[in-house]
């Protein structure tokens, strides 16, 4: 049987969105086609879904995210907003890309300088897909993630002035008490050739503050993709994670208790935590499924509306590698039709 396909997505329109200490950070914007019966002259609203890539806080860049859940929800009228943050360790993870995407959902709300005035400029270009003419429907923003980005999608939902109506959470870092968070990886650490220390801490040296990685840990496939152990950046990010210590690099001691911004403890603090659905491999060799189901608990004890997917037999990224219309392609799409449902 010929494996199902999914048309690739237009080429997104990229825009920075934040300027800091010499960093410029970008995102991508995917628009679904523009609908027939739309005026010329009168824009249409559609809702937007942040999708925030994974690596580990440390690796990856807006790009390597799944192409198939992109057409996925551009093919529900959505528009995909794909942003870049800064990269740990040269920024903890609270200064750094909490911060980067908090500003970005603050700039998707912005009536200035933000989404709507970055699409009314393509308007005005020709720079659109179609003739359409589109606007964000601010009262249906959602946020989604995969692995790292899974938690800073969560990290939407706390500290911000408005938080996304629904949060889509793929394997996502949380519950930082599990011993799962400090213990090696032994399949990692087995790729792994020794490094000198000193080669390693030039990771710390990189300026500005880099928000692109030419890997991540998204199951891609290819020599290109692979890590490149000649650069500092890859082999100190897959020596924290053979280590069990990403929490440490990512937010030092000196930054605090860590407990202050793990979303199971938000959770449980909190109130007025968005409607959250969660997907999780059951064989998770990287990031452990009882932090999934912990957060789960946690959310379901608030009231809050919330889901779970266990997906059977897959892995940690399984996002990029799974085949369109195979059963984890359906599974995991149960996560973005909860997500549709919840802003109907």
């Given at each position: 049987?010929?494996?199902?396909?999914?048309?690739?997505?237009?080429?997104?329109?990229?825009?920075?969105?934040?300027?800091?200490?010499?960093?410029?950070?970008?995102?991508?914007?995917?628009?679904?086609?523009?609908q027939?019966?739309?005026?010329?002259?009168?824009?249409?609203?559609?809702?937007?879904?942040i999708?925030?890539?994974?690596?580990?806080?440390?690796?990856?860049?807006?790009?390597?995210?799944?192409?198939?859940?992109?057409?996925?929800?551009l093919?529900?009228?959505?528009?995909?907003?794909?942003?870049?943050?800064?990269?740990?360790?040269?920024?903890?993870?609270?200064?750094?890309?909490?911060?980067?995407?908090?500003?970005?959902?603050?700039?998707?709300?912005?009536?200035?300088?933000?989404?709507?005035?970055?699409?009314?400029?393509?308007?005005?270009?020709?720079?659109?897909?179609?003739?359409?003419?589109?606007?964000?429907?601010?009262?249906?923003?959602?946020?989604?993630?995969?692995?790292?980005?899974?938690?800073?999608?969560?990290?939407?939902?706390?500290?911000?002035?408005?938080?996304?109506?629904?949060?889509?959470?793929?394997?996502?870092?949380?519950?930082?008490?599990?011993?799962?968070?400090?213990?090696?990886?032994?399949?990692?650490?087995?790729?792994?050739?020794?490094?000198?220390?000193?080669?390693?801490a030039?990771?710390?040296?990189?300026?500005?503050?880099?928000?692109?990685?030419?890997?991540?840990?998204?199951?891609?496939?290819?020599?290109?993709?692979?890590?490149?152990?000649?650069?500092?950046?890859?082999?100190?990010?897959?020596?924290?994670i053979?280590?069990?210590?990403?929490?440490?690099?990512?937010?030092?001691?000196?930054?605090?208790?860590?407990?202050?911004?793990?979303?199971?403890?938000?959770?449980?603090k909190?109130?007025?935590?968005?409607?959250?659905?969660i997907?999780?491999?059951?064989?998770?060799?990287?990031v452990?499924?009882?932090?999934?189901?912990?957060?789960?608990?946690?959310?379901?004890?608030?009231?809050?509306?919330?889901?779970?997917?266990?997906?059977?037999?897959?892995?940690?990224?399984?996002?990029?590698?799974?085949?369109?219309?195979?059963?984890?392609?359906e599974?995991?799409?149960?996560?973005?039709?909860?997500?549709?449902?919840?802003?109907?």
């Open positions: 049987m010929t494996p199902l396909t999914v048309p690739s997505p237009p080429p997104p329109l990229t825009t920075s969105y934040k300027q800091i200490n010499s960093s410029t950070i970008t995102a991508d914007i995917y628009l679904p086609p523009s027939p019966s739309q005026s010329s002259n009168e824009p249409i609203h559609y809702p937007v879904l999708n925030i890539h994974g690596g580990a806080f440390m690796l990856g860049h807006s790009r390597m995210v799944s192409l198939a859940q992109i057409s996925d929800c093919a529900r009228n959505w528009i995909v907003a794909v942003p870049n943050h800064r990269l740990c360790p040269g920024v903890d993870v609270l200064s750094g890309p909490m911060a980067d995407i908090r500003d970005f959902l603050a700039w998707i709300y912005a009536d200035q300088d933000g989404l709507n005035a970055f699409l009314e400029k393509q308007d005005r270009d020709g720079n659109g897909n179609g003739k359409g003419k589109y606007r964000v429907a601010k009262d249906r923003v959602m946020a989604f993630g995969t692995s790292s980005g899974g938690f800073l999608a969560l990290s939407l939902g706390y500290d911000v002035p408005r938080p996304p109506r629904a949060i889509l959470n793929f394997y996502g870092a949380v519950h930082f008490t599990h011993p799962s968070w400090t213990q090696p990886l032994a399949h990692v650490k087995s790729m792994l050739p020794p490094f000198e220390p000193e080669f390693l030039k990771v710390y040296e990189e300026f500005p503050i880099p928000t692109t990685s030419g890997i991540s840990l998204e199951g891609q496939s290819g020599a290109s993709n692979k890590p490149d152990f000649s650069r500092p950046r890859d082999a100190f990010a897959l020596t924290q053979a280590n069990g210590n990403v929490l440490r690099v990512i937010f030092p001691p000196e930054c605090g208790d860590i407990r202050s911004i793990d979303p199971v403890v938000r959770v449980q909190g109130e007025g935590f968005p409607p959250t659905f997907v999780h491999g059951d064989r998770d060799r990287m452990s499924i009882e932090v999934s189901r912990e957060l789960y608990q946690a959310l379901k004890e608030k009231g809050i509306e919330c889901g779970i997917v266990e997906v059977e037999g897959e892995d940690h990224t399984f996002a990029l590698g799974m085949e369109v219309g195979s059963r984890t392609w599974r995991q799409r149960e996560g973005f039709n909860w997500i549709e449902r919840v802003i109907q």
